[in-house]
């Protein structure tokens, strides 16, 4: 009976993204832009899905439990979690104070840095092409306007 389902969902999932692609293809560029994006990894994903359900073996094997890894002591695997959750909150913080287009290649350079320990030239390079993708793609091509961060607002620069 699982089969079934997941050939029947699988199949309901190609027909959906398959007739959003089909529908969005005569809808100006930038409104088209987000349902291809989307419909056209997800209805190949349901396909693959669907031919593994028709032509698979039909046998899965079972699943995989979750566990920890053995052989790290708990102190050092709780003070890595901390500093990814500090990470993460730290981007939070700086995307709320200096906005997007400011937060991002900074982050990253500070993340490059300071954690990756990388090099300055690698993590400058790095940071300066990311900000050159971001801004080309989010302000140039699809002209999306991001806010001000709250510090922009605070000084009137924004």
């Given at each position: 009976?699982?089969?079934?389902?997941?050939?029947?969902?699988?199949?309901?999932?190609m027909l959906?993204?398959?007739?959003?692609?089909?529908?969005?293809?005569?809808?100006?560029?930038?409104?088209?832009?987000?349902?291809?994006?989307?419909?056209?990894?997800?209805?190949?994903?349901?396909?693959?899905?669907?031919?593994?359900?028709?032509?698979?073996?039909?046998?899965?094997?079972e699943a995989?439990?979750?566990?920890?890894?053995?052989?790290?002591?708990?102190?050092?695997?709780?003070?890595?979690?901390?500093?990814?959750?500090?990470?993460?909150?730290?981007?939070?913080?700086?995307?709320?104070?200096?906005?997007?287009?400011?937060?991002?290649?900074?982050?990253?350079?500070?993340?490059?840095?300071?954690?990756?320990?990388?090099?300055?030239?690698?993590?400058?390079?790095f940071s300066?092409?990311?900000?050159?993708?971001?801004?080309?793609?989010?302000?140039?091509?699809?002209?999306?306007?991001?806010?001000?961060?709250?510090?922009?607002?605070?000084?009137?620069?924004?």
């Open positions: 009976m699982h089969k079934y389902a997941s050939l029947i969902l699988s199949a309901a999932i959906v993204s398959g007739a959003a692609v089909v529908i969005a293809m005569d809808w100006p560029l930038k409104a088209k832009l987000f349902p291809l994006v989307i419909g056209i990894p997800v209805f190949c994903m349901a396909a693959a899905e669907v031919a593994w359900g028709l032509f698979g073996s039909g046998q899965r094997g995989m439990d979750f566990q920890l890894s053995d052989q790290t002591p708990r102190p050092v695997a709780i003070r890595r979690s901390l500093q990814a959750v500090a990470w993460m909150l730290g981007f939070f913080g700086v995307v709320a104070l200096l906005g997007f287009p400011i937060a991002i290649p900074l982050f990253v350079f500070l993340y490059l840095r300071l954690q990756g320990r990388e090099g300055w030239l690698f993590s400058v390079a300066a092409v990311l900000w050159v993708v971001f801004y080309g793609v989010f302000d140039r091509l699809l002209h999306l306007p991001f806010p001000a961060g709250l510090l922009q607002g605070w000084l009137g620069l924004a």
